[in-house]
């Protein structure tokens, strides 16, 4: 380790670790340097690298500065006054206000002489500040915990910021403002909080539902819908308005469904798009916001749940220079999620890469897409036709859903292109079978296709508060595992924390990557049905999904009910 410069000079907690023995001269000096380098405060980089004891920071520091401590576990974040502060103070100075007594407001911190963020708070709330000293590593998550129960209420809509979002319709044109009364500042802040809340809480899509005496809001989360605010049924059409608004549809029309898009640039480096639609119910307009974050194509493969021989036979499959790999599963099974992940590994300078979808969900630089209009004449086929026109490489239907998109595909996977695309069907056989109902000879399909692979999002348990399972060995037989394997792994099962949703956190892939063997095209072009290619495929060591579901049980990663209600026929 290097020798601390001789002429550094230590103060506040720095000086009392090092008095106290918790850390040498030289610790402490690389220490202030990678935080300041990290822009992170002292206790933060010393808790989060690991150096020292978060406990133990605290409780020397309380007794060498005479700070009270306390343990945030006995708090109720629920109560905090954390809407005195803005969230950019909050986490910009790591500290976060717990109580107010009439003129005073006593606030955590992990540091207790962090002075700069006392008095920052005291100067934007006009109160007098007060310090309380507590654990680090507490305090982080309380901080997330708080921010995190601000209501999303009308109530709760006084950030200036929320005024100041960079929003734009879907064709980057600064949002118009038409009407006083869609353009309440209430609502504005109202409608804009629910979008940044979505994107926090990593939602796929927002539901606003109007009925007779209750106007709903709920986010699907991890694949399920929870409701998170429920507005008054007066302003329910306004609100809704200001939606249309944002996303460049016409205000005056609510007899017919429309679709638009909504643009918000978080920084100059992230935007999301929200895919809005409206469909015209008994009470009102219900609007649904599909989140499409470019980000989400790029998490790497390794991310996405693939088993080490699924992974390397996908691989191997989109590395192929001709020939289709096909993609199935029901909507929001992540279909597109893992096609654009190998289209970002497949995306270089060197290779013509385009795809027709409907719409676009994901841009990616590099990539040629085009939005399918019918309305206008532009359908799969349609675009599929231009794309062999352009001397492509790679081509990516969003769908194959009529017997002409599919038979362009084949030949242009037969004649030297590779082909990426997607069907609606249960398993892997059976999209074979799918191809022949649609009208694609077997000789076409055995000498197009070389990878068919179906996939569900299961969620994953919570790191923090899984608890193992006791279920008897009949449940387990029954679910699917071997006699002789059981008693050799353990089952978990969700119990629900501060960290989770209901013992659950974000999704995991479960796959069924099937490769066309030898023996599964002379089984096609004998023609076997589907249950006698799954059969072929199982005694070639292939998992379908619930095997493959089971196995990600087997590994701690979820539960056997997850299982269950994924992956049941």
């Keep these: 380790m290097a020798t601390a410069p001789s002429n550094i000079h230590f103060s506040g907690l720095a000086k009392c670790l090092i008095q106290q023995g918790v850390l040498t001269e030289e610790a402490a000096a690389a220490a202030v340097e990678e935080a300041q380098k990290n ?33 945030l576990d006995a708090i109720d974040l629920s109560g905090v006054p954390i809407k005195l502060v803005s969230e950019k103070l909050v986490r910009q100075h790591h500290a976060l206000p717990l109580f107010k007594r009439g003129n005073r407001l006593f606030v955590a911190t992990a540091d207790p002489t962090n002075f700069q963020a006392l008095d920052e708070i005291k100067f934007h709330t006009r109160l007098n500040t007060e310090n309380i000293l507590v654990e680090e590593e507490k305090l982080i998550k309380a901080i997330d915990a708080a921010l995190e129960a601000v209501d999303t209420s009308m109530s709760s809509m006084l950030d200036a910021d929320l005024d100041n979002i960079n929003i734009s319709g879907g064709d980057d044109q600064p949002v118009e403002e038409v009407s006083s009364d869609i353009d309440d500042a209430p609502i504005v802040r109202f409608v804009n909080k629910i979008l940044l809340d979505s994107i926090k809480k990593g939602v796929s899509d927002i539901h606003l539902e109007p009925f007779e005496k209750k106007f709903r809001i709920r986010f699907r989360s991890d694949g399920i819908l929870s409701e998170v605010a429920s507005p008054p049924v007066s302003i329910s059409n306004r609100i809704i308005s200001r939606i249309k608004v944002m996303s460049k549809m016409d205000i005056a029309e609510r007899r017919v469904p429309q679709d638009g898009r909504i643009k918000m640039q978080l920084s100059k480096s992230r935007a999301i798009d929200f895919r809005v639609n409206t469909c015209p119910t008994l009470f009102g307009e219900k609007v649904v916001m599909r989140i499409l974050d470019p980000s989400s194509a790029q998490i790497g493969i390794e991310k996405l749940g693939f088993e080490e021989v699924q992974q390397k036979l996908f691989l191997t499959a989109i590395h192929r220079p001709y020939g289709m790999v096909l993609v199935t599963g029901p909507t929001g099974s992540g279909k597109t999620v893992s096609l654009y992940t190998g289209l970002n590994i497949l995306n270089s300078i060197e290779r013509n890469i385009s795809t027709a979808e409907d719409p676009v969900e994901i841009t990616v630089e590099g990539i040629n897409q085009v939005n399918v209009n019918p309305k206008a ?71 197009a296709v070389n990878l068919i692979m179906a996939q569900r999002l299961a969620r994953r348990l919570c790191e923090y508060c899984k608890k193992e399972a006791d279920f008897p060995e009949s449940v387990l037989l029954s679910a699917g595992y071997a006699k002789e394997d059981i008693g050799s792994f353990k089952v978990y099962e969700p119990v629900g924390c501060e960290h989770c949703n209901n013992g659950y956190k974000g999704r995991v892939g479960i796959y069924q990557v099937l490769p066309i063997s030898e023996k599964m095209r002379a089984l096609i072009l004998s023609g076997g049905n589907a249950m006698q290619m799954a059969e072929l495929a199982k005694s070639e060591g292939i998992n379908d999904l619930r095997a493959s579901g089971l196995l990600k049980v087997r590994q701690g990663i979820t539960s056997l009910e997850e299982i269950d209600r994924v992956t049941k026929e």
Aim: charged residues 20%; glycine residues 4%.
């Design 39 to 71: 822009k992170l405060p002292f206790v933060s980089y010393l808790v989060k690298n690991k150096q020292v004891d978060s406990r133990t920071v605290a409780n020397l520091a309380s007794a060498e500065f005479g700070v009270p401590f306390l343990d």
């Design 377 to 447: 004449g532009l359908t799969f086929a349609e675009a599929l036709r231009a794309f062999l026109r352009q001397d492509p490489d790679i081509i990516m239907v969003g769908e194959i859903r009529d017997l002409e998109t599919a038979s362009i595909a084949v030949k242009a996977a037969q004649t030297g292109h590779l082909v990426l695309s997607t069907l609606h069907t249960n398993d892997a056989p059976q999209t074979i079978n799918r191809l022949m109902q649609m009208g694609i000879e077997p000789f076409n399909i055995v000498s």
